[in-house]
């Protein structure tokens, strides 16, 4: 996962405001999660609730990027645009379709699907994958919105992380 970082107070800090988000959403779980547990935990796990929904539904266009691609009906593109933000969006259509990681099979929004919600909930289950361990993963759940049902390995799932905050980079 992620090693600590070498600025302590920024250590404490990251570790602490995950461990805040993972109080308020499931106090009776969070109490399971050990200290190395949180050292360990993705940074994403730190975000207030609109990044959060932001990167789940980037994850989730990552996913979908094909289809993404040959839409033409402006109000279901101006709602994907706005759900991963412009410039990510921009930049999305920019890369040639990235490639899968292995075992990851292109999605669908599908046709007359909420879209915002389809690529959340697709993200979601991105994110839910990548956490480890298992007790962090249900302290985490309800901090997504609902996941579809995927199944993805951890390596696949912090790969489509990385790509879709590589994306961000580039935007």
């Not at 405001?17 to 959403?25: D, F, P, R």
């Not at 933000?85 to 292995?102: R, S």
């Not at 007359?112 to 697709?122: D, S």
Request: charged content about 20%; glycine content about 4%; some cysteine.
């Amino acid at each position: 996962m992620n090693p600590p970082t070498a600025n302590p107070a920024l250590h404490r800090r990251r570790r602490a405001a995950i461990a805040e988000q993972l109080l308020a959403a499931s106090p009776a779980l969070a109490g399971d999660i050990e200290w190395d547990a949180l050292d360990a935990a993705p940074p994403w796990l730190a975000l207030d609730a609109a990044a959060s929904d932001r990167l789940q539904c980037r994850a989730g266009a990552l996913l979908c990027g094909a289809e993404l691609r040959l839409w033409i009906d402006r109000p279901r593109v101006a709602a994907a645009r706005a759900a991963v933000g412009e410039t990510w969006w921009k930049a999305l259509l920019a890369q040639p379709v990235p490639a899968l990681p292995p075992g990851v099979a292109p999605q669908r929004v599908g046709d007359g699907a909420p879209v915002v919600e389809r690529l959340q909930a697709l993200g979601a289950a991105v994110l839910l994958s990548a956490l480890e361990p298992l007790p962090l993963r249900r302290a985490a759940a309800p901090l997504l919105a609902v996941p579809a049902p995927l199944d993805f390995t951890a390596e696949a799932a912090r790969q489509l992380i990385a790509a879709a905050e590589s994306l961000e980079a580039l935007a």
